[in-house]
Every structure is written in structure tokens, then in C-alpha cells.
């Protein structure tokens, strides 16, 4: 065996055994689910996973029950059966945020329910509070590389969101989305149609 296979091998089991570790640390996790060193969460009992999720390394999941000595939270993360999310992603929760089944979400994805406020010019950003908006990621939904969804937003079934983009506004199923601030630039549609 070649260093390469062994060391694919060995990173492979490694990421298995730390699955298992990890498993009681989260809400609900489902079966044959792999979560992929390194991986940061805050509040990993908030987080509900279905079955087979893959989470690559450098995953980092939060979700906030708390910020500043004011805003207090009750974060729900739900992620749906199947669904994989790339290296280097960061998902941010203080609300809930549903992910659907069969969702890929590719690397250094960044998907956010919430935002510093910033209009109060008299304060600096950091100490200004949280604003929330739900996200919802239905199923079979594509985020290509580098991919920012902006709290508010629903992306629809089926859709595809091309690297780089900007997701600021909701998205209907069946679309293909790009730029920034995201813009649907194609509607998808059965064969049949």
C-alpha cells in the first residue's frame, strides 16, 4: 500500500472514530453520519442532523444562545437527510434554520440567520445587537463555492446558486441564481415541459 492510500486511510478512520466521540454532543444525529476533522460548533446541542451527513473538515457550526449581556436566543439547526457541506463552511444560528434533504453545499460556504446591527452611528458595530431573519435551504439545493447567504432568505427547491454569489433576496424553486446580490438567470423545468 502506498503512503498516500495509507494516509487516506488512516484520515478516513480517524474522522469515523470521531464521529462516534462527538455523536451524544449534538441534539439528534442520525446514522452514518461523518463529521470530518477539524471541526469547531458552539452549542452542538442545538444542532439536529438526519442521516448520512457528510460535514468536511474545517466545518464550523454556531449557534448562539446568547450576545452581549442583553439578547438571548433559542437556536434550532435542522439538517436534513443526505445532505453534505464542504470544507471551510460556516453556518451562524441564534433562530432556527432548516437545510433540507440532499442539499450540497460546497466549500467556504457561508449561511448566516443573523447580522451586527450597524445604524447607530454613536456605537461601534461590535456592541450593537443581533438582527434575525430565518433561512430556510429546501431540498435538492446546490451552493456552488464560496456561496453567502444573507439572513431572510429561502432558497426553493432544486435551485442552483453559482460560485461567489450573494444570496440576499428569497429564491423560487427551480432556478439558477448568480451574482452579487444574487439574480435568478434561469428557471429550470421538467423534460417533459
Not at 500500500?1 to 478516513?12: A, G, S, T
Not at 477539524?38 to 450576545?67: A, H, Q
Request: glycine share 10%; charged share 20%; aromatic share 8%.
Amino acid at each position: 500500500m502506498n503512503i498516500i492510500k495509507l494516509h487516506n486511510k488512516c484520515r478516513y478512520w480517524m474522522n469515523r472514530f470521531y464521529s462516534r466521540l462527538i455523536r451524544g454532543s449534538f441534539g439528534a444525529i442520525g446514522k452514518n453520519c461523518t463529521i470530518m476533522l477539524p471541526f469547531k460548533s458552539r452549542s452542538m446541542v442545538d444542532v439536529f442532523l438526519g442521516d448520512n451527513i457528510t460535514i468536511c473538515g474545517g466545518g464550523w457550526i454556531d449557534c448562539f444562545r446568547e450576545y452581549g449581556e442583553t439578547q438571548k436566543w433559542n437556536p434550532r439547526l435542522e439538517i436534513g437527510d443526505r445532505t453534505y457541506i464542504g470544507h471551510s463552511s460556516h453556518i451562524m444560528v441564534v433562530g432556527e434554520m432548516k437545510i433540507g434533504r440532499d442539499v450540497l453545499i460546497a466549500d467556504k460556504v457561508y449561511i448566516s440567520d443573523n447580522l451586527h446591527g450597524f445604524e447607530d452611528i454613536d456605537k461601534n458595530i461590535i456592541s450593537q445587537p443581533l438582527k434575525h431573519a430565518s433561512v430556510i435551504i429546501e431540498d435538492e439545493v446546490w451552493l456552488g463555492e464560496n456561496v453567502c447567504v444573507l439572513p431572510g432568505v429561502t432558497i426553493g427547491k432544486h435551485s442552483v446558486i453559482g460560485c461567489n454569489a450573494v444570496v440576499t433576496k428569497s429564491i423560487p424553486p427551480y432556478s439558477v441564481a448568480v451574482g452579487s446580490p444574487a439574480k435568478v438567470i434561469r428557471r429550470l423545468h421538467n423534460k417533459g415541459e
